[in-house]
């Protein structure tokens, strides 16, 4: 009988996202994707090489470090933006580094939301698959993106359907997940204390204001965790909500953002773009910590309404209040079922997995 080969491991190499050093908060999902796709791709015996701007850092993982300026972040651009490289691009140096080693690797793994990896794509022997971490953000960049799924059909990755659904190319797109959650690092809160969690960058796309808006006008404590990406916007949200009940905790690492996050009665997830997945909400689940959030983008597919959240209007600051007078109404357990079972970083790993070895073959 001849047993069947176990599929050869592979040598992955992940590209990182070029707006900020692994680690510092600025590539917002992107730094949890990277990190929980090496450690679950190690786990199952596969080589893992991970280039990144330097001063990353993610714990035990080995990084290359690269040098050079970061790349403005596309969803603060126009989208008739022109394509834009500072004067030393990382992102250009790190595609370089690539280039250098890639015979090392059986594939690449980008998470740029940039042009140049789309464009450099038929210029490398080895497949690369491009994890679009947004919806639409730039026209230039969407007609980069669109060349490449169509010519090296299968190798583009979105973490939903909404989400591709931003692309007129979307038919053309694989999902693919925005990450998964390793329930182990985890700690599941039944009782919660009052109070309630925003988790993300603080930057005008995510709306902040009005999780503070819901936190003021139901009188709970909000617990604000996240990168200050842009400080006037938060400087503004404190001038129009002097006595908003809001606590910020800061960039927390994932073992001190659980701790803070699971007592929390809820997690408000507030975004006013189209949240390509939201990382938040699965890393809330496996706290036990039910999502209420905008129906927009990601988290509509990820929250199953009633269940283990609550999907309210868009852009509704009282359909907040009322879904955050309902979150009693949701078994904390259920979450945490959902973050052991489908929103599991083991999940992910066999979608990403299979997605891999089907472009290497
Ligand atoms: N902008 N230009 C650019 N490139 C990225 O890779 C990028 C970005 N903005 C945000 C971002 N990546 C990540 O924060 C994603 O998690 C959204």
Not at 20 to 27: E, K, M, Q, R
Not at 86 to 114: C, E, G
Not at 215 to 225: C, D, E, P, Y
Not at 300 to 307: F, L, M, R, S
Request: hydrophobic share 45%; charged share 20%; aromatic share 8%.
């Amino acid at each position: 009988m001849n047993i069947p080969s176990s599929p050869r491991k592979l040598k992955v190499l992940i590209l990182s996202t070029p707006v900020g050093a692994l680690g510092s908060g600025l590539g917002g999902g992107v730094e949890l994707t990277i990190a929980n796709l090496a450690r679950e791709l190690q786990s199952r015996g596969h080589t893992i090489e991970i280039v990144a701007p330097a001063g990353s850092y993610l714990g035990d993982l080995s990084i290359v470090q690269v040098p050079g300026e970061l790349q403005l972040t596309a969803q603060t651009q126009e989208q008739a933006a022109a394509i834009v490289m500072p004067s030393d691009p990382v992102l250009a140096n790190m595609w370089a580094k690539a280039r250098n080693i890639q015979h090392d690797y059986d594939i690449i793994f980008n998470t740029a939301f940039d042009w140049l990896p789309f464009y450099l794509t038929p210029f490398f022997d080895r497949p690369i698959a491009h994890f679009v971490s947004m919806g639409s953000q730039i026209a230039a960049i969407d007609l980069a993106i669109e060349r490449v799924a169509i010519d090296y059909p299968g190798t583009i990755g979105v973490c939903t359907r909404t989400q591709a659904e931003t692309f007129r190319f979307a038919d053309l797109c694989t999902v693919v997940g925005g990450s998964g959650v390793d329930p182990a690092v985890y700690e599941y809160c039944k009782h919660p204390e009052p109070a309630l969690a925003w988790l993300g960058r603080i930057s005008p796309e995510k709306a902040l204001e009005d999780a503070v808006a819901a936190a003021q006008r139901t009188g709970i404590k909000l617990k604000i965790m996240g990168k200050i990406q842009d400080a006037a916007y938060w400087e503004q949200i404190q001038r129009d909500y002097p006595t908003a009940p809001i606590e910020y905790l800061g960039f927390l690492p994932t073992h001190e953002l659980q701790q803070a996050l699971g007592t929390c009665q809820g997690l408000l997830m507030t975004p006013r773009w189209v949240e390509a997945f939201g990382n938040v909400a699965i890393e809330s689940f496996a706290c036990g910590v039910p999502v209420i959030a905008y129906r927009r983008g990601g988290p509509a597919e990820i929250i199953t309404d009633g269940k283990t959240g609550f999907l309210v209007e868009p852009d509704s600051i009282e359909g907040l209040v009322t879904a955050i007078g309902r979150l009693d109404e949701i078994d904390r357990a259920d979450c945490r079922h959902a973050a052991e079972t489908v929103f599991s970083q083991a999940a992910w790993g066999n979608v990403m997995e299979s997605w891999f070895y089907r472009l290497v073959e």
